[in-house]
């Protein structure tokens, strides 16, 4: 049976730590494996703030960068993989719903990181195809720009070489007429006088 509480419940139960939640691009999830006996026979919460001690030192050193310095303390701090949320008992750190609901909303970042630069790459894969296709089709018009141009040269040497040749032409039949013509009046000057 579903015990049903009031928005305002919930959230006491979260800030109390008798539930636990995450959030989730924008709304609170909550966890139902915790049952109503959780609810009714809270953990106790700790009473102390953590001291020095009880966290792993971060060290950065010229050599080291703080990424790393960082990823090295909390590998020491939390072992097993990043993406996994770890028992509190064993990991000597008090118990706190707040530093459960923190790992678990880092992993979740990082998970959600990974998936941003999945999408990143798949992007930048897609556009470098696309500005392939682009480029090779952009190489295709301009080699069938090259073949126009090189027939309408070859077309225009053509009609450029046929005037030429007319115009030859033309001459030769000028120079023939004026040579006929003269022949002509030669000849029939001489007998008319």
Known sequence: RRQH???DEVWNLLRRGQLVGRTSRGKVL??????????????????RQPSEGDLPPLEFGAT????DALQGATS????????AIVSLEDSGLPQSTELA????????????????????????????AMTDAVVQMKDEVIKSKDVQ????REALEHKDRTMAQLLQ????????????GT??????????E
């Open 169 to 180: 032409e033309k001459e030769d039949l000028e120079i023939l007429n004026r040579t006929l």
């Open 149 to 152: 141009l090189a027939a309408l």
């Open 5 to 7: 509480l009031s928005q």
């Open 64 to 67: 080291t960068p703080p990424s």
């Open 101 to 128: 609901l923190l790992l678990d909303h880092l992993s979740l970042a990082k998970e959600e990181n990974r998936e941003i630069l999945r999408l990143t790459q798949d992007t930048l894969t897609k556009l470098s």
């Open 183 to 192: 022949a002509l009046g030669n000849a029939a000057g001489p007998g008319q």
């Open 76 to 83: 020491a701090g939390f072992p097993g993989t990043p993406n």
């Open 30 to 47: 909550v966890y139902e494996s915790i049952g109503a006996a959780a609810i009714a026979n809270p953990a106790p919460t700790p009473t």
